[in-house]
Nanobody, 118 residues
């Protein structure tokens, strides 16, 4: 069974940067290239929302308006890891961040907390 594990969260001041990682393990032959990759976040008292999506079928990357120009996604197939680079962080970015890999099946990580202080 595929497992996704996020890491890299923490406490940062507004204007700072963090890079989150999402590492896949547990299934031979798994590659993020076969999946649509998404990063989501959930703030206290709010619903989970999509941050960005790297689409397998459409071939593009789509960003929520709130993170455009600040967040980017990348992947390292050799390490079976995707990254979320977050720059110019704002207090409203505070949330638990989750990665997701989906294509017929959907896999979620356990989440990593990001806290941005003002």
């Amino acid at each position: 069974e595929v497992q996704l594990v996020e890491s890299g969260g923490g406490l940062v001041q507004a204007g700072g940067s963090l890079r989150l990682s999402c590492a896949a393990s547990g299934a031979s032959g798994f590659t993020f290239d076969d999946y649509t990759i998404g990063w989501f976040r959930q703030a206290p008292g709010k619903e989970r929302e999509g941050v960005l999506c790297m689409s397998k079928s459409a071939g593009g990357t789509y960003y929520a308006d709130s993170v455009k120009g600040r967040f980017t996604i990348s992947k390292d197939n050799a390490k079976n890891t995707v990254y979320l680079q977050m720059n110019n962080l704002k207090p409203e970015d505070t949330a638990v961040y989750y990665c997701n890999a989906a294509y017929f099946r959907s896999y979620w990580g356990q989440g990593t907390q990001v806290t941005v202080s003002s």
